[in-house]
């Protein structure tokens, strides 16, 4: 290698991670390439679920006016879904909308406006570039190849994605098991906004996000989501691999018998298909996470394991930007000092250890554990749905209290009272 | 909402095909020993992969939405799966 690189830092990857590095990066006087195999930023990036936009607010001031968001998530829906009928928790307030950070997005729009804001500050953006791997010199990473191009940097950045082809090669990250990952299946439809609006409930900045467990999946470990954009409508699936294989499940039957259960069904008639997609997700949580620093080499994002089903948000896009912050910091400060050996390169798994996502990450380690019960997939939502009908269906016999009604539910269900002590516990410790 | 297909629902997406090199390959023998074969038809949300006529796994690459869920299932060896090359493949305009 040459002692002068072509950079000081090439990011491999245009998503959250990499363009909030690299704008960072560019921000802090260092010379940076951004590596996008796709055509444009953003065209092989699919989002699943709201954005927690406090971090961008930090990194890109007066984001939620910026930067091209679609609605502002101000009412949120949790429901266990059954084959017929649903029992949701709907939780609705001003407050969200007016002092919330929840947003969401479609990535086509979002990301073109990020890696904008990243070539603002001097971010040279390669687009139509795919790298096909590490360039090494020993045990050192010194750039990338992509086709007969060779790049040369004192620091690489794989912010690659879920499949982190670099991460893996460099063997950072070990092959993730089946129960680790989950694919998302999602279409988006285009409703009429104001159609929209009077649907969903929501004013005309405001939206809905709504997290759907049980006949979603046909029992399959995962859930639904459904949230509204602008002028269209997320809905999908997300499936984890190893029950999905396990069952010999087709995804795309699954997906398709979700859109047509009768809970979307009412909410998304007359609309039309505008866009089908599909991604993987990272379902382990901390234990997916490796190794995060190699001489010359920083993983961020979903490239690393940055991701959290809390069951109740789930959350990778804020992830991403908060590991992108700190591997900036870090890797700032390594270049300053001359030392990008992963030694140098210290200080990014220590201010993420110290930063919401180190901390959010060891919150909710038991979390994917706790998601791995099959009873979550079915048991809960019926029997909610038979306490409730106790409660609700009169047919002309005497009442009984709400206790024993509840009681009675329990017993007709297949459940053992142990197996919903245990899970209460778990999840009451989980969560 | 009236019921679509994965091909009717894939018709909305934008794809550049790169009609010079297919992405992925099938290892045949590999992947019906294996049980491969029949994972990688049923996971893939974009259809790719189906029983052709003659018993062997048939791929229709152009099709691919790059997950790389395939992949995860697949036994080693049985599936050869990269990117497809630069500004290639999908390009998501919603996303």
């Known amino acids: ?431 | 909402m009236r019921p679509t297909t994965v091909t009717e629902r894939l018709a909305a997406v934008r794809f550049v095909v790169d009609e010079d090199e297919p992405h992925i390959v099938v290892h045949q023998e590999l992947a019906k020993s294996t049980g491969t074969a029949e994972r990688i038809i049923a996971c893939c949300p974009a259809g790719v992969y189906w029983w052709a006529p003659d018993g062997t796994v048939a791929v229709e690459y152009a099709a691919c939405l790059e997950c790389g869920t395939c992949l995860a299932v697949a036994a080693p060896g049985a599936l050869e799966w990269r990117y497809p090359r630069g500004g290639f493949g999908v390009q998501y305009r919603e996303g």
């Not at chain 1, 000092?337 to 110290?354: I, N, V, W």
Request: hydrophobic share 50%; with cysteine; glycine share 12%.
């Open chain 1, 1 to 431: 290698m040459s002692d002068e690189p072509d950079f000081d830092v090439v990011v491999v990857g245009a998503g959250i991670a990499g363009t909030v590095a690299a704008y960072q990066l560019a921000s802090a006087g260092l010379s940076v390439a951004l590596l996008e195999r796709g055509e444009v930023a953003g065209a092989k990036n699919l989002s699943g679920g709201v954005l927690y936009a406090a971090v961008m607010s930090q990194v890109f001031p007066g984001f939620l006016d910026a930067a091209p968001l679609e609605r502002r998530i101000d009412r949120n829906q949790v429901c266990f879904l059954n084959e017929d009928g649903w029992v949701s928790i709907d939780y609705a307030d001003r407050s969200l909308g007016t002092q919330g950070t929840a947003v969401s997005v479609l990535r086509g729009r979002l990301d073109a406006w990020l890696a904008a804001q990243c070539e603002a500050v001097g971010v040279q953006l390669l687009a139509g570039f795919r790298v096909d791997r590490l360039l090494w010199e020993g045990a050192r990473v010194v750039g990338v190849v992509a086709g007969d191009d060779e790049l040369h940097a004192r620091v690489v950045i794989a912010a690659d994605g879920v499949n982190s082809f670099l991460a893996r090669d460099a063997g950072l990250r070990p092959r993730q098991e089946l129960g680790q990952l989950a694919v998302g299946v999602k279409a988006v439809v285009a409703l009429e906004p104001g159609d929209l609006e009077a649907r969903f409930g929501v004013g005309a900045d405001g939206g809905t996000a709504m997290a759907i467990v049980g006949d979603c999946t046909q029992g399959i470990g995962g859930g639904g989501f459904l949230y509204t954009n602008r002028a269209s409508v997320s809905i999908g699936v997300v499936l984890r691999l190893d029950d999905l294989v396990a069952k010999e499940a087709s995804s795309v039957a699954v997906f398709e018998h979700f859109i047509a259960h009768p809970f979307v069904d009412r909410l998304l008639a007359g609309g039309e298909v505008i866009e089908y997609g599909c991604h993987l997700v990272n379902e382990g949580g901390q234990a997916m996470v490796g190794n995060l620093v190699h001489d010359g080499l920083v993983v961020v994002g979903d490239a690393a394991g940055f991701t959290l089903n809390t069951g109740l948000t789930v959350r990778g896009m804020d992830l991403a930007a908060g590991s992108a912050v700190a591997a900036a910091q870090a890797i700032t400060e390594a270049v300053a000092a001359g030392d990008t050996s992963a030694a140098g390169l210290a200080r990014y798994p220590a201010l993420l250890r110290e930063s919401f996502v180190g901390k959010d990450m060891r919150t909710y380690a038991r979390a994917p554990r706790f998601l791995e019960n099959p009873l979550l997939y079915r048991e809960v939502g019926l029997l909610a749905a038979d306490a409730l009908h106790g409660v609700l269906a009169l047919d002309g016999t005497p009442r009984k209290h709400l206790v024993p009604t509840a009681l009675d539910a329990v017993r007709r269900s297949p459940m053992s009272w142990g197996q919903l002590a245990r899970l209460g516990l778990e999840g009451v410790r989980a969560l």
